[in-house]
Structures are given as structure tokens and as C-alpha cells.
């Protein structure tokens, strides 16, 4: 017996944030869209997002906060459908929110709030949803055809929305890079980002005993700096500070960090009446490093006399810790990955392939990565309403 083919409007491959976004949007203005999604639930990604709570958008979103080949790709669609307008959303299901820090809005309750707020808006814009869809082959003729393991679907137009290859445990494939290559777009090597790096050997020996240990420092790398909490881990270092500059950091380069921001640690031995000795540095140290950190600090770079060069010397290790990791620890742990679908290849305005005309790639499979703090979710959406409002 044939498998009888069901013909929609727009195919979108994945029910993640990007691709939920889109059905949405495209299904409000009448389309008639699918969404395949390889998983038996729809986006387990959301769910375990900001540790459970959803960090569902930065209010201060900006161009600046996103990695890309080219960093003027994501403008459009980050005007289109901004924070504001995510926000709006939320508002009218009734979720409660709250700032964090630093713009990061998180759920009162839980990510499944906003995970239902989506489903139920699609449910309303008559999207179809078709669970553990295991895609077996893309084909275009006139149409694109999809086969998967629950049937065969037919569109003019084909949304990619598949994500990065971070956690494979939750689902992640890569089938966004792979149709990407199967239809002739050129791909920015992805890597993984806002990742915990691994320490050498020889610095794992020296710190990481105090695992769980957290400052707050600067971390830079490749001309980028952030000033966010540094956490010392089993092996290696992680904590916001240190994610943010994993985005940026590449094999064999150093990760500065200054454990002592905007501080002079040595200024009370400007006055000739302060001891000169271990105890009063360390009481210094103490100040702004928790006391095992202080402590080991100390035990490693205090020289035995502590001479005005000695403590200038001091002084200038305690800003300028250096740091070569050994790599990181990959995608397991990444929460995003960077690089992906040159943006080369896309309209910054509908995501819609150059070459292959209703062929639309969106969310994290394009090279757009976003700092921490809500902004991948908001590509996500913005990359999304942009598709979703072009699919006719
Ligand atoms: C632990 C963790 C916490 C995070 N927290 C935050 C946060 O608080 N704020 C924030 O902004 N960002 C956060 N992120 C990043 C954010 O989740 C992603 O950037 C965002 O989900 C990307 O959306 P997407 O739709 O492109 O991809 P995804 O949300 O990953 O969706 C892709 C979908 O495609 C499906 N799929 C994959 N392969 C196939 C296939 N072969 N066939 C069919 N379907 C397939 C997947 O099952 C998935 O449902 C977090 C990420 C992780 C891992």
C-alpha cells in the first residue's frame, strides 16, 4: 500500500522555540502548517532552560549581544519582533515574570509556562504537530517532500528549525547542517559555546579542590570581556563570566581573568604604618575573595618578602590571571553552538535561502549565537516571527 502524502503549506522541521514561533505566526495569517518534531514532546529545550524557570528574553537586547560572521545579519529580524513584543505575549496568557539580573527575565514558576503559552497559541492557529517524527530523507521537485518514519508531507516551502548539536542527550541533531549541505549552503564550522572550559593539568592541581568556589571577576578572551560570577569546577571553571567568554574562545588561546576588578588589592601597604605581612594580605584578599580562593591565592603567588615590587608583582598577577585551556567540555554540556548556516547564504529579513527559494533556516542552526541571559531565545523567536510572517 502507498503512504498516502499529506500536502501542508510550510513543513517545519523541529518543535523547538524557532520552529513553535514560526508555525504560530504562519498558522495566525491562515497558512496551513506542519511541524515535525523528532521528540515525543515538543520543546525540551524550553523546559529545561534557566534552570527550569525559562530565561525567556533580555530586555536589553542588542545586536552586540550576538556572535556571527557577519554581526549585522540579525538586526533586522531582532527589530521585527523584539523583547517588547515576547513580552506582550506573556502578559496576555497571564504568566507572571520577574527581572533577575542584567535584563534576564525568568518565570515566576516554571519554563512550562511558557512552553503551554506556545502550544496553546499554536493550537488556536490550527498548526498541526506530528511526535516522534523520525525524518528519513528530504526531496525537492516542485515541492519539498519529506519522508519520515510516521509518513510522507509535501509543501512549497521548508523550515528548517532543527537547532545546534548541543546536548545530544536531549535530542539535538545535525539535520539543520546536514539539509543545509545537501542543498548547496555553505556552513560556519560550528563549535560549542556558553560552555565550561577545562583547566590544564597542572592549574586543575592548584584549584580545583575548591570546586563549587564562585567570584565575581573579568574574563577575556579575544578582545571580549565580560564582569559576571566566576565558578571553579571539578575541571575546570564555568560560572557566567567564564561561559560568556567560552563562546569566544578557540583552541590553544589564553582566558585572562581579573580576580580583582576595579580594586587595588595592595593599597592599604601605601600607608607605611600597615604590617607588611602574610596576614594583612590576606585579610585584604578576604575582602572580595571567598576565603579558601584568598587563601590558595595567596599560597601561589605571594612572594617571601613582600618588597613594593614584589606586591606591584602581586598586584598584577591577582588582574591577570592566565589561563590556557585544554578545551571545553563540549557539547554536552554547551548550551548553545556557535557557528552554523552562513548567514551569507540568508535573507535577513525572511530567513529564506538566497539560492533555494522556500527553503527557510532559522534559530540556532544559523551562525547567530547569543550571549547569556535570554538572548538565544529571543533569536529564536525574532529568527522565528521573521519565517513565519514570510511563508505564504
Ligand atoms: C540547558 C540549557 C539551558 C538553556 N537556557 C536558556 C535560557 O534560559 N535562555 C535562553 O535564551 N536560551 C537558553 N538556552 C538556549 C536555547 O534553549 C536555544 O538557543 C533555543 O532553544 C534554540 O531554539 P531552536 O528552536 O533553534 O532549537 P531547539 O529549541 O533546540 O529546537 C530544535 C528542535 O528540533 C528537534 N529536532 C532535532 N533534530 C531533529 C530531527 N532530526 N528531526 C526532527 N526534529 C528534530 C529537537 O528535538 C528540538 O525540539 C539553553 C540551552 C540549554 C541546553
Not at 7 to 33: H, N, T
Not at 234 to 251: D, E, F, M, N, T
Request: with cysteine; net charge neutral.
Amino acid at each position: 500500500m502507498t503512504a498516502v502524502t499529506q500536502s501542508f503549506d510550510a513543513l517545519i522541521l523541529g518543535g523547538g522555540a524557532a520552529g513553535l514561533m514560526c508555525a504560530m505566526e504562519a498558522g495566525k495569517r491562515g497558512r496551513r502548517v506542519a511541524v515535525l518534531e523528532r521528540a515525543d514532546r515538543l520543546g525540551k529545550k524550553i523546559l529545561i532552560s534557566g534552570g527550569g524557570r525559562g530565561n525567556f528574553t533580555n530586555i536589553h537586547c542588542r545586536p552586540e549581544n550576538f556572535l556571527s560572521s557577519n554581526p549585522h545579519f540579525a538586526k533586522s529580524a531582532l527589530a521585527r519582533y523584539t523583547p517588547a513584543d515576547f513580552i506582550a505575549l506573556v502578559e496576555k496568557h497571564h504568566i507572571p515574570y520577574h527581572e533577575k539580573t542584567l535584563g534576564q527575565l525568568f518565570c515566576d514558576r516554571s519554563a512550562r509556562d511558557i512552553l503551554g503559552m506556545i502550544e496553546s497559541e499554536c493550537r488556536e492557529a490550527g498548526v498541526s504537530i506530528f511526535l516522534n517524527s523520525k525524518i528519513q530523507d528530504v526531496s525537492r521537485n516542485t515541492e519539498f517532500v519529506v519522508h519520515a518514519s510516521n509518513g510522507e508531507f509535501q509543501a512549497a516551502a521548508l523550515v528548517v528549525a532543527t537547532g545546534g548539536l548541543s546536548i545530544p542527550k536531549i535530542g539535538a541533531t545535525s539535520l539543520g547542517y546536514d539539509l543545509a549541505r545537501q542543498f548547496g549552503l555553505k556552513i560556519r564550522d560550528p563549535w560549542p559555546g556558553l560552555v565550561p572550559l577545562v583547566l590544564h593539568e597542572d592549574d586543575r592541581a592548584l584549584y580545583c579542590d575548591l570546586t563549587g568556589v564562585s567570584a565575581e571577576v573579568i574574563a577575556s578572551c579575544d578582545g571580549q570581556q565580560f564582569r559576571e560570577k566566576m565558578l571553579i569546577t571539578h575541571r575546570g571553571l564555568s560560572g557566567p563570566a567564564v561561559l560568556q567568554i567560552s563562546s569566544y574562545w578557540k583552541k590553544s588561546q589564553q582566558v585572562v581573568i581579573d580576580l580583582a576588578p576595579g580594586l587595588e588589592v595592595t593599597e592599604v601597604f601605601r600607608d607605611p604604618r600597615t604590617p607588611r605581612n602574610s596576614g594583612t594580605l590576606r585579610s585584604e584578599l578576604r575582602k572580595f575573595l571567598p576565603n579558601r580562593l584568598a587563601d590558595r591565592w595567596l599560597e601561589t603567588h605571594e612572594s617571601a618578602s613582600l618588597t613594593n615590587k614584589a606586591l606591584q608583582e602581586f598586584e598584577l598577577q591577582t588582574h591577570t590571571w592566565t589561563v590556557t585551556p585544554t578545551g571545553t567540555e563540549g557539547y554536552e554540556k554547551a548550551e548553545v553552538t556557535a557557528g552554523g548556516v552562513d548567514t551569507d547564504e540568508l535573507s535577513a529579513k525572511t530567513m529564506e535561502s538566497r539560492k533555494v527559494p522556500g527553503l527557510f533556516f532559522i534559530g540556532e542552526v544559523v551562525d547567530v549565537t547569543g550571549h547569556l541571559g535570554g538572548f538565544n531565545f529571543q533569536w529564536a523567536w525574532a529568527s522565528g516571527a521573521a519565517a513565519g510572517r514570510a511563508l505564504s
